[in-house]
Every structure is written in C-alpha cells, then in structure tokens.
C-alpha cells in the first residue's frame, strides 16, 4: 500500500494496461500510467499543473518497476 498515491486499473488491454494515479489526501487525479510505445515500457503522464516530491515521485517510479516486471513475466 502506499502512503500518498492509489492506482486505480482504468482500462484492460491485451498487452497493457491503463492506470489512473490519484492523490489519497485530496482525491484528485494526478496523471496516468500507460505504456509509452516509443520507449517500451510504462510511463507516467502527469495531469497539468501538478507538482511532486520524492516520495511521491518514489511511489510512482516503485509502481512502474512493478509493472515491468509483470510484463516481462507475461511475455
């Protein structure tokens, strides 16, 4: 469990999926985790006008290893 983010699963998809982040304290929606086909691999898409610091920014990078390693265990 995190501290400052939950991830919420917003769209399934045959090799990836779409997740939305949002901000446990103020339950707003801070960006979106998709895959990033250019780079392949998943990336984070921050909404307009936020800001973060480091354990944010930690949770969220935590997030994105996890999900490569998924990917990596299905493929």
Do not use: D
Not at 2 to 18: A, H, I, S
Not at 19 to 29: A, D, K, P, S
Not at 63 to 73: A, G, T
């Amino acid at each position: 469990m995190t501290t400052y983010l939950t991830f919420y699963l917003e769209e399934r998809k045959p090799k990836t999926n779409v997740y939305i982040v949002i901000n446990r304290l103020m339950g707003c929606n801070i960006g979106v985790v998709k895959w990033h086909r250019p780079w392949r691999q998943y990336c984070f898409f921050p909404s307009k006008s936020t800001v973060f610091h480091k354990a944010c920014l930690a949770e969220i990078a935590e997030f994105l290893r996890k999900r490569m390693e998924e990917r990596k265990k299905g493929n």
